[in-house]
């Protein structure tokens, strides 16, 4: 430990004469001891405080301390009549107030006032001058800091310069040797055009990679320079996107799912910033423009990987004012020679190429390096791997260590010329880790560990998604890797579908953080079947899932983690609860949910699928309270934008509970349910839950009677599909067109007008409905037809449950509750003996149809859960009407089927949207026309 103690003479007196004087330096000594690590005690005539000199970074640490406590010892001035800061290891308690005043005397005292003892005076030596020893303290003179002069630092500064400045304007590509400060002649040579403003960096080669070499580019300085320049909206979208994309970054890769999200974060990023330039106050440009050059440098080309480079050229390429742009490069030669791919896939940007050989350039001076920087640089580097550089002075702080201490050392590293850039913490000497590892020794793990401690603190914030592949990156750090964390980054790349980590786990049977044994002891076999049949639910086909009916899991040890127990469960529940197959799905989910009571993993669908299989035994209050349950669970929407793919569970859970209050009938509910699901995967843009959520709340519209508005939800995901066949286009297809058809008001009655080009069963229903109402009575006939063959083709009662089911627009909803076929044929037949009671057909014939629909109402219709249930029994009531069925008959299709509508009506917990219900939905209005003609209302 080292002992400080701070001396004043005549302080009490002072205290009354330089009352804010005394109160700022003992404020500023406490101050600044805190952010050493320290603690003060105060005694009756000085202050003392103890500092750690085993934690990292004590060197670095007390410099910033005698830095801070000089210069405002050095304001104070005059006022002060004497004062000593005394700093040592040895200082005897009976002796520290004869020893201050001794040293505060003006005959010892020439300079600061600031004592450190002679074991101190080596370890700072490097940084502080000293002079005047007395009695083994020497007093601290002035500040030094390690440094190499400017034309030492970068030799190559104005020669880089003056190449650029030949024919200047043009996009140029630097190459050459990796060490020869080719960024930093580009930023000499861009200063004057920039002043005050920063450029737009993009750092190919450095840190992390996928969408982290973009979101770092959003600096501190950069969103300083984009305020007040751009409007709110459009910076809010932007920090939302970097944010979200930020906690991406351990992934590294720019998985499928968030090339979106990348791609729309780094357009708005380059059109921010292009207008942000032009905004800025400067001397008019020579084109007429105001404002600043807008300067990109894109660093290190070589280091970025395909589909990252293909998304910044194609953002560039799509920008309007790209050749307002000029943009510069840097790359290292191999072999003597500009990389082939780097010429063909930059030359679209960079019309001029400069290489600089070897012979260019001469050899660069030898850098010695205090030991305490050596430390410094090695963090920074590790450091850098995972995080952005001015992230640094948070993560010291919150590892308990001044947020000054890395703002100071990379400070001195750039003048030394160990860096360029403190915005870039890379060494520029080669062998670098193996030097440094060498140089501090037991100091390395020290840092590992203190870059393990923020990793595993922002994953289990939420601040960054875990991935297998940075659990092999955290396991090179040393310690265990907790079971809780490794089952987190399974689900995690499950749900990206990047894999490719896992697989080679599988392959080499080496699970990350597995204790020695784990063959034995079966954690290597249980996580690879719930990989397998996590992955299945998630992105496998039916018949995928359906294996596992016949794949059990390993037997469980007594010792294994209860969460992958409990995760085994709740993958067992859902591959039977998919299959309908509800008496073990409730084996299963009772020990699931047990076991999660335990666990409280929010990621485990316990409640969600309890709810399922409630509602497929068709209790329709169980299944809405276990819905409820399972968004108290994921946590409340307003407070658990994590932004991350954890919250995947809460978004399943809201559009499970949309689609369960559609069915039983309270719409205004399942609406917003729906807008929440919607807005909690909004993060991910195109993903495929939010765009269910989307289309059920077009349904939930289109039910309302919001045709129009039902039309344009259905329409805007229509935008993002591809032209070519596929199931999710065929639905979409389907259900613009019958929005289409009811939005015209049935005016012209076109059934034909518009169809889907490729109908699936859902367009074969829709359209059947089109033209029964367009009085195309024979088409309606050979379409129901059709319809009924489909559903023949439709299989039994199989349900996607995790992963967003696109094969009809009934899918995850109706098909919840009874089989596709069933509901299909009964659409059918319903459209069939409508189209039969308008056409001229024997009267056996039409005795059959009502017969049939008899049976199909009393036998088939559910009690509870059909939103259909109006349209049912209007065309029944159409047909006893067409057939001229007895009144009585008429009389009683209609009270029945009016009954229902007003019971699912009133579930309905909002009046507007009841109202709209009864009275804008077509077939509603049209049951309850009838009901007004037979006096039941």
Same mark, same amino acid.
């Given at each position: ?39 003060c ?21 007390m ?14 001035? !005059? ?42 005076? &080596? ?52 190459t050459?040797l !990796? ?35 973009f ?12 305020s007040?320049?751009i409007?709110?909206e ?68 070589s ?56 012979e ?28 952005p ?48 590892e &060498? ?8 840092i ?75 954690r ?80 485990v669908p316990?409640?969600?699928?309890f ?73 991910f ?92 009575? &024979?088409?309606?006939?050979d ?13 039994g ?28 044929? !009964? ?9 039969l ?19 199909i ?7 509870d859960g ?65 009901a &007004? ?5």
């Amino acid at each position: 430990m080292v002992q400080i103690l701070f001396f004043m003479r005549f302080r009490t007196q002072l205290r009354r004469t330089r009352p804010v004087l005394i109160s700022r330096l003992e404020s500023a000594f406490v101050d600044t001891v805190e952010n050493a690590g320290g603690q003060c005690t105060q005694k009756r005539r000085l202050l003392s405080a103890v500092l750690p000199d085993s934690r990292s970074f004590f060197v670095l640490d007390m410099v910033i301390f005698l830095e801070t406590l000089k210069k405002h010892l050095e304001e104070a001035g !005059r006022d002060l009549a004497g004062h000593a800061l005394v700093v040592g290891r040895n200082i005897q308690p009976a002796e520290s107030e004869q020893l201050c005043r001794m040293l505060s005397g003006s005959a010892v005292s020439r300079c600061s006032g600031i004592w450190c003892e002679g074991d101190l005076l &080596k370890e700072l030596e490097p940084f502080l001058n000293f002079e005047t020893l007395f009695k083994g303290f020497g007093e601290l003179k002035n500040f030094k800091s390690p440094s190499r002069p400017a034309e030492l630092l970068f030799p190559y500064r104005e020669k880089i310069s003056r190449a650029l400045s030949q024919n200047s304007g043009k996009n140029t590509l630097l190459t050459g040797l !990796r060490f020869i400060g080719k960024r930093d002649g580009i930023y000499h040579y861009c200063a004057p055009f920039l002043g005050d403003a920063p450029a737009l960096v993009f750092r190919f080669g450095s840190g992390c990679k996928g969408c982290a070499v973009f979101t770092d580019a959003l600096s501190p300085a950069l969103r300083s320079f984009l305020s007040g320049k751009i409007p709110r909206e459009t910076l809010d979208d932007l920090y939302s996107l970097g944010d979200f994309l930020f906690r991406e970054r351990l992934s590294g890769k720019l998985f499928p799912s968030i090339k979106e999200e990348t791609r729309l974060f780094l357009k708005i990023l380059l059109e921010s910033y292009i207008k942000a330039s032009h905004s800025q106050n400067a001397n008019p440009r020579p084109n007429g423009t105001s404002g600043i050059k807008p300067i990109l440098i894109l660093e290190d080309l070589s280091g970025a990987r395909d589909e990252t480079a293909a998304l910044f050229r194609e953002a560039f390429n799509s920008l309007d004012s790209k050749d307002e742009v000029l943009v510069f490069g840097t790359s290292p030669i191999q072999g003597g020679e500009v990389p082939q791919n780097i010429i063909h896939d930059w030359a679209g940007i960079f019309p001029r190429i400069l290489k600089f050989a070897p012979e260019d350039f001469p050899a660069g001076g030898k850098i010695n390096m205090p030991a305490p920087l050596w430390e410094a640089a090695y963090c920074f580097a590790l450091f850098g791997k995972f995080f952005p550089p001015w992230l640094f002075p948070r993560l010291f702080e919150e590892e308990g260590l001044s947020r000054k201490t890395p703002e100071k050392a990379l400070v001195m590293l750039k003048e030394l010329g160990f860096i360029d850039t403190a915005q870039d913490p890379r060494p520029l000497i080669p062998d670098f880790y193996s030097r440094a590892e &060498k140089i501090l020794g037991e100091g390395v793990e020290k840092i590992r560990g203190m870059l393990r401690s923020r990793l595993l603190s922002w994953v289990n914030s939420g601040g960054l998604n875990p991935s297998f592949g940075f659990l092999d990156k955290l396991a090179e750090l040393g310690g265990r890797i907790d079971d809780a964390l490794v089952l987190r980054a399974l689900r995690v790349d499950v749900i990206k579908g990047t894999c490719a980590g896992i697989a080679k786990a599988i392959e080499k049977n080496a699970w990350p953080g597995a204790p020695a044994g784990t063959a034995r002891n079966g954690r290597a076999g249980l996580l690879t079947w719930i990989y397998q049949s996590q992955n299945a639910l998630v992105n496998g086909s039916e018949k995928e899932i359906q294996s596992f009916q016949d794949k059990p899991p390993p037997e469980l040890p007594p010792s294994v983690f209860p969460g992958f127990k409990a995760q085994v469960h709740a993958n067992l529940a859902c591959i039977f609860l998919s299959v309908k197959d509800t008496a073990f799905a409730e084996e299963a989910l009772s020990r699931a949910m047990l076991l999660n009571q335990n666990v409280k993993d929010p990621s485990v669908p316990a409640y969600r699928l309890f709810a399922l299989w409630r509602l497929f035994n068709g209790h329709f209050v169980d299944a809405i309270e276990y819905i409820n349950f399972a968004i108290d669970q994921s946590a409340p929407v307003e407070t658990s934008y994590q932004k991350n793919d954890e919250t995947q569970e809460q978004i399943k859970s809201l559009y499970f509970a949309a689609c369960i209050n559609y069915l039983y009938g309270n719409l205004a509910k399942a609406e917003r349910f729906a807008y929440n699901a919607e807005k909690a995967a909004a993060w991910f843009t195109r993903a495929p839950w939010a765009e269910k959520a989307r289309f059920i709340r077009g349904r939930i519209l289109f039910e309302t009677g919001a045709y129009g508005k039902a039309l344009e939800l259905f329409s805007s995901l229509l935008k993002n599909e591809d032209e070519k066949p596929s199931p999710k286009r065929q639905t979409l297809e389907a259900w613009a067109y019958r929005s289409r058809f009811f939005a015209s008001g049935l005016s012209g009655r076109n059934w034909a007008a518009e169809q889907p080009k490729n109908p699936n069963a859902d367009a074969l229903a829709f359209m059947a409905e089109a033209a029964f109402l367009s009085g195309s009575f &024979k088409e309606t006939l050979d379409l129901a037809g059709d319809l009924l063959k489909k559903s023949a083709e439709a299989g039994g009662a199989f349900t996607f449950i995790e992963q967003a089911d696109w094969q009809s627009g009934f899918s995850q909803c109706e098909y919840l509750l009874e089989p596709r076929a069933a509901h299909l044929k !009964r659409l059918a037949l319903m459209y069939r003996s409508l189209a039969l009671s308008c056409l001229q057909y024997p009267a056996e014939e039409k005795a059959k149809t009502v017969s049939l629909m008899r049976k199909i109402l009393r036998e088939e219709l559910l009690p509870d859960g059909d939103p259909n249930d109006s349209f049912y029994y209007f065309a029944f009531y159409s047909v006893l009407k067409n057939t001229a069925s007895p009144q009585v008959d008429i009389s009683t299709a209609v009270s029945m089927g009016f009954k229902r509508l007003q019971r699912r009506a009133s579930r309905i917990d909002d009046t507007p949207a009841r109202q709209s219900y009864l009275s804008a939905n077509y077939w509603n209005r049209a049951l309850t026309l009838a009901a &007004k003609e037979y006096k039941l209302i």
